[in-house]
């Protein structure tokens, strides 16, 4: 599940960034080369907070770790 949202999230931001500044008959409301570092930047950022998360919640010692080790013992 957690892959299936991160990956969520790197397909839709930059495809909502597209709608945004692209309207329906209207000129661009930025320049596409803004638009392209701002999804690059988001991509990267999204990517940097998932791995962080992942080791949090199941890297060594982490979340997932303390709750077994915690109900492991007697």
């Known amino acids: 599940m957690f892959g299936i949202g991160i990956f969520g999230l ?3 931001v930059p495809l909502q960034m597209e709608l945004s500044w692209l309207p ?6 930025f320049d596409p ?6 999804a690059a930047s988001a991509m990267f950022v999204i990517g940097v907070m ?3 998360a992942y080791r949090i919640i199941w890297g060594d010692g982490g ?4 709750n077994v080790a915690r109900h492991r013992t007697p």
């Open 10 to 12: 790197l397909v839709f």
């Open 24 to 29: 329906s008959n209207a000129p661009p409301s």
């Open 63 to 66: 979340w997932v770790d303390r």
């Open 33 to 38: 080369s803004v638009v392209v570092v701002l």
């Open 50 to 52: 998932a791995i962080l």
